[in-house]
Each structure stands twice: as C-alpha cells, then as structure tokens.
C-alpha cells in the first residue's frame, strides 16, 4: 500500500498539480511561473536533469538520448517512475511506466530558456531548473569499506533472467538486470560494504534513484547476494580473474553465430505504412507501438524504446526496428476493428492492441 501511495504522489507531481504559489523553497530557490519563453525544444536541448517546485513539492525530470528517462519526487521518501518521451508537434508527451506497465499518458506544451526548461500544464506553466535537486537526500557511504574480492564484472543468469554488475575498487560501477525481455534496471551504481551488507545505489545523471541492501558471502570463487535471510542470487565472475573465465583463445575457436531469421535489412520490407486504419497508438499490458501515418513509430517493450517502421505488404503487416545494430522484423496478418488491433504472427501466435 504505501508503494502504491508513493506512485500516485509521483504521479501527481508529473500532470501538473503544481500551482503559481512564487514561494521560497527549502533549497532556497524560488518557484518560478509566468508566461512560457526560450527556445522551440529539441531532442538535443531537452536532454539532462530539471529539477521544478511549486514550493512545497519537489521533482526532478532525467531526459536521456533514445527517448528514455526517469520522474523522481522527494517527499517523506524518494520515488521514481521510467519514462518515455518524445518531441511532437511542438509538445513534449510522456509516457510513464510502474513495474514495466504504462500508468499514464502526459502532454506539456514545453520552451527551452536559459539554463532551465519550461513545462506547462493546461496553461499553467512552470520553469524546472537545470540540475538535481540541491538537498536530495542520499546514501551516505562515507564510513563504507571496498572488499577487494567483490571487485570485478559477476554475472547470475537463468533460461528467464540474466543479471550483470561491475564493481569498481572507487565504488563506483555499472549495474543490468533482464527479466524475460523486459530490462528492468540498466544504470550506473555506487556500492560499499556496510553494516556487514552490501549496499547499491541505483543512479542516473549522478542522482539517485533508489538505495538497496543485501547480506552477502563469497563461496567457491562465487559472490551470494542474500535478501531477508532467504533469497540467494550467485555471481560468477567474467572478467577473467576467477574460476569459470573465457579465454579470449576459447572465444575465436567458437564458430559465428548464424544471423537471426527475424535480423534482415528494413530497405526489404515496406515501411512506408499503407493502411490508415493501423495509425495510431496501439498497446497491450506488455506492448506499445505508435504508428505514424508516413510508416514511422515507436516500439515499445517493457523499457526497451526502438524508433520503428511499418508498412503493409499483400496484406500482411509489417513492423521494423533496430536492436543492437541489427534490423528485427515482425510480420504478421491483421484486422483493425472497432478500436482492436489483432494480429497473428508467422509461428501462428494470435494477440491484440487496443488502439488508444
């Protein structure tokens, strides 16, 4: 229940129930509204981290290339939402995400003025500043200790998950964590031993995110990360200091992977849309694609964003979007209905969108 509460304070924050209060913030800077000014936004000048108030409640945007981002609120506690975001038609529209499912929808019209980012909500804007916000509360690690053997690149994987983290000796590192194919987490980290725990915090932009902690032990050459006494996550290294390591001769005698069926070049596929009765925003619990008249878009899984393409071919349907350098391309036969969108994969697998 509380984390439920703490989403909808988010949320709050995010559609606009900032009012024109002009009072002093407890950092010290002022609520700043008034008539929207500055530059027209890009997708260059839109990116980094604004920090806005209306004097009472505070939230930080995190704008990142791709279309990716964060909502952090601070109140009695910190909060944060995925975001997605794009630059259309002279307004910024958000996409907001809770435990990888879309919670809302947000239009701002938005400028771009001197070292700050104005966001306006039914006409009543308000002007986020450049930067974090100054009090943001964080884990302090200043009396944390570096275990020399946690030091390295570990990796726990299974048929359904993977998790990799590098552990630098400043404590400082990177973290990814793979659920399905939905990422849930692909972000830097600080990290220390304290307390006889591990402690992680998230981060993004250098502002936090969330702290986490864990009791750990090292066993076998591997690092056990233990949460409330009964879930046990096992790391091995690969980074070639301890036991299980590829050799870099082990890896030129594997043979080359084939291509995958679905990678091939978008120029083979239409891609310039065809059938005005797919445009539109169509998703799912786990899905969002938003077809553009023109045969551009979006992909959407879980917090993977891809800019696609689609067109339609003798009937089929076909979408296009790049993953990891390669083209991934679906086809599939469908009928737009009455605000439904089914579709039938090549392998036989039937779903449906709900146009939005």
């Known amino acids: 229940m509380k984390k439920i509460l703490a989403l909808l304070l988010t949320l709050s924050l995010a559609i606009g129930i900032f009012c024109a209060c002009g009072n002093d913030t407890e950092d010290g800077s002022s609520a700043s509204t008034g008539e929207m000014s500055g530059e027209k936004a890009t997708k260059e000048n839109i990116l980094g981290v604004w920090t806005g108030t209306d004097g009472n409640a505070i ?22 939402l995925d975001l997605t975001w794009k630059l259309k038609d002279d307004k910024l529209k958000l996409k907001l995400y809770a435990s990888g499912s879309s919670v809302t929808n947000i239009d701002y019209e938005v400028s771009v003025p001197e ?21 943001a509360p964080g884990a302090d690690y200043s009396d944390g200790e570096i275990p020399a053997e946690a030091v390295g690149t570990w990796l726990a994987e299974g048929e359904n998950y993977k998790t990799q983290m590098t552990l630098n000796a400043d404590g400082t590192g990177t973290y990814y964590e793979q659920n399905y194919s939905t990422v849930l987490k692909d972000c830097d980290i600080k990290w220390c031993a304290k307390d006889k725990k591990l ?9 936090e995110l ?35 390591e590829e050799k870099d001769e082990d890896k030129d005698e594997k043979p080359a992977e084939e291509p995958s069926s679905e990678a091939e070049k978008p120029t083979d596929y239409p891609t310039n849309g065809g059938d005005d009765n797919v445009v539109g925003t169509w998703h799912s619990i786990d899905y969002y694609w938003e077809l553009e008249a023109d045969g551009t878009g979006r992909y959407v899984s879980g917090d993977n964003v891809y800019d696609a393409f689609w067109g339609v071919k003798e009937g089929e349907l076909y979408l296009i979007y790049e993953k990891d350098g390669e083209a991934v391309v679906g086809c599939y036969s469908y009928i737009a209905d009455n605000g439904k969108l089914y579709l039938t994969t090549e392998s036989g697998e039937d779903f449906t969108l709900t146009k939005q």
Do not use: C, W
């Open 115 to 135: 070292n700050g980012l104005y966001l306006s909500y039914e006409g009543k804007p308000l002007l986020y500043e450049a930067g974090p916000y100054k009090k």
């Open 59 to 80: 939230a930080t945007y995190i704008f990142e290339e791709g279309g990716k981002g964060y909502l952090v609120s601070y109140g009695s506690t910190r909060n944060y």
């Open 210 to 244: 969330e702290t986490i902690y864990y009791d750990f032990q090292f066993s076998g050459g591997n690092l056990q990360l233990i949460e409330m006494s009964t879930y046990i996550a096992e790391f091995k290294r690969i980074d070639g200091e301890g036991e299980g």
């Open 199 to 207: 402690h992680f915090s998230f981060r993004s932009h250098d502002v």
